[in-house]
């Protein structure tokens, strides 16, 4: 149940970390690159691809998941009169 729900909270971070991610590197880099007064290529400012956003949603949802596991096996492993006795 714990690592069931961590990963629905990671897939609603990736949902919403991804487009705000690149939503501000649109704003972040060009400001930049006008602050020192240079014109960046297309290849530093062309960065996301499909194939790369879907592999950073999916690294938000297994860092959420593998973060439960522990807290979840340790948990499995108590019996219900050890629990009750921490409540």
């Not at 991804?18 to 930049?32: C, Q, S, T, Y």
């Not at 007064?37 to 592999?55: K, N």
Request: hydrophobic letters at 60%; proline letters at 7%; a positive charge.
């Amino acid at each position: 149940m714990t690592v069931t729900s961590m990963a629905v909270l990671g897939v609603l971070g990736s949902l919403l970390g991804v487009p705000l991610g690149i939503a501000a590197h649109r704003v972040v880099v060009p400001r930049m690159a006008a602050g020192l007064d240079i014109t960046l290529p297309d290849s530093m400012t062309a960065v996301w691809h499909p194939p790369l956003l879907a592999v950073l949603a999916l690294a938000g949802v297994a860092i959420a998941v593998v973060g439960a596991l522990v807290p979840a096996r340790r948990a499995a492993r108590l019996t219900v009169a050890e629990v009750l006795r921490n409540e």
